[in-house]
């Protein structure tokens, strides 16, 4: 069985992106592009990992991060913030509001993938070279 990641970003060309690694690690994606978006898809089906814009339409990812954490159904989810904004107020915000981690864009997609494979403990395989 597959991981889940819920990928919360309105950038088109970042979640082509985003679901292009994702899916090379083994998960099964699902989309939302603004953060009451994000907050209905997590009551609809709790995912294993998301990773979330901060700078989103209808409520910012700071939000959607501090109600996730709120709910006792997602306390074993792992959280990957995203950000353009690479100050480390930014950083500190998102690790008080529960992220498991926080990443500045442009990011570089072998870090991303390695990352998300450390979070989620996903054996690297050894026949990679990337």
């Known amino acids: 069985m597959s991981n889940t990641v819920l990928v ?5 060309n970042i979640v082509l992106s985003l679901q ?13 592009s603004d953060g009451d978006q994000a907050i209905r898809a997590v009551e609809e089906y709790v995912p294993d990992l998301i990773l979330l814009d901060i700078m989103l339409p209808k409520r910012d990812g700071f939000a959607v991060c501090e109600e996730i954490r709120s709910k006792p159904s ?3 989810v792992k959280i990957i913030m995203l950000s353009a904004k690479s100050r480390e107020a930014e950083r500190e915000k998102a690790m008080k509001l529960g992220a498991d981690e926080f990443i500045t864009k442009p990011f570089s997609t072998r870090v991303l993938r390695e990352l998300v ?3 989620m403990k996903i054996d690297t395989p050894q026949s990679s070279s990337s």
């Not at 919360?8 to 088109?12: C, L």
């Not at 994702?22 to 989309?31: C, E, S």
Request: aromatic share 8%; hydrophobic share 40%; charged share 30%.
């Open 8 to 12: 919360v970003e309105d950038e088109p």
């Open 20 to 32: 292009f690694i994702l899916r090379q690690v083994g998960f099964t994606v699902r989309v939302a």
């Open 74 to 76: 997602c306390s074993n």
């Open 117 to 119: 494979r450390k979070l």
